[in-house]
């Protein structure tokens, strides 16, 4: 098993990381370049960033210029944070009119907004809207059973099927507007999460809990089970690493102790799948999401290296910052060159992914 130091820290407890002047000079300058193009370039005249997209793209680069260090007066800012008060609603909800996404852009909304909120200014709508998404969390209105797959997660779609993935940004969103482990919501969401692990306990027993049993987790258990990886002979549902980082997170964030066998057994999938060249169990496909996740997920934990299944110990931070820097353009901006799918070859989302991903190997 990889040693961990497990330490959630608050935004008010976060310090800068020791970074060598290799480093801290490499993010500097990605930072810098990243910005200027996403303000000449990525940036519409109404303040959106690939509005057509969803407005969540907003709300994401929002949050990663202000945890670059952009301050809330900065116009190109300014202009973002109005945008997304633009598509505030009567019930709280944060998103696009009619919208089939409300969680996920709700989400991302909130932590744009907790990140521009230092003064008290979006008190008012931060408020309805996590009563919004918590409203809408499966199971919260009592006509879903707790025994049921789906009980406790979030989703989008016409069917509202939940998945690992906005469930993920649910309990980011609840974590950063101050709520603590032991809240209702995020016990009930955490509920979901284990149900989406390779992993047979007292957690998850489900169908798919026996089928695998490698400790990473997978997209989601309901409306028949789903793994963007795909399924193994016996009906099994694949791991890949987004999700394995994402329910990690998760249940960190949900107070889950390290020497729990849930994490002991997540942190033996990342050991046996170290890679930053792809997103491990599913090639290019959602690498930038990955790599976003994976320094969140590893920043929350508290750690420092990560020892590979040969014994190889790898400074996380040092080795994403050099494959962060051979990858960004010259315009400063970020794409997924070699799979288009889950948006990534839109560059105003990997930017911002990759920026908020620079913002955890500094805190």
Known sequence: MVLICVSVLAPSQLVSAELDSRDQQLVDQMVSRA????RTTGQADDGSFSKEASPAITSLVTAALIRSG???EDPMVTKALKFIESHVREDGGIHQDGSLYRNYETCLAILALVEANEDGRYDKILAPANNFVRGIQVGADGKVA??????GGQGYGKHKRPDLSNTAFFIDALVASGASA???AIQAALVFVSRTQNLESEHNTTEFATKIGDGGFYY???AGGTSQAG???NGGLRSYASMTYAG???MIYAGVDKDDQRVQAAMSWIKKHYDLSENPGMGSEGHFYYLHTFAKTLHALGVE????AKGKKHNWRSELISELSRRQKRNGSWINTRSTRWLEADENLVTGYLLLALSYCRE
């Open 35 to 38: 910005v200027q193009y996403l």
């Open 70 to 72: 952009r301050p809330v």
């Open 146 to 151: 707790r025994s049921a797959p789906e009980w």
């Open 182 to 184: 032991d809240d209702q």
């Open 220 to 222: 989601t258990p309901a």
């Open 231 to 233: 399924k193994t002979a």
């Open 248 to 250: 990690l997170k998760s």
């Open 305 to 308: 290296e990560v020892e590979d």
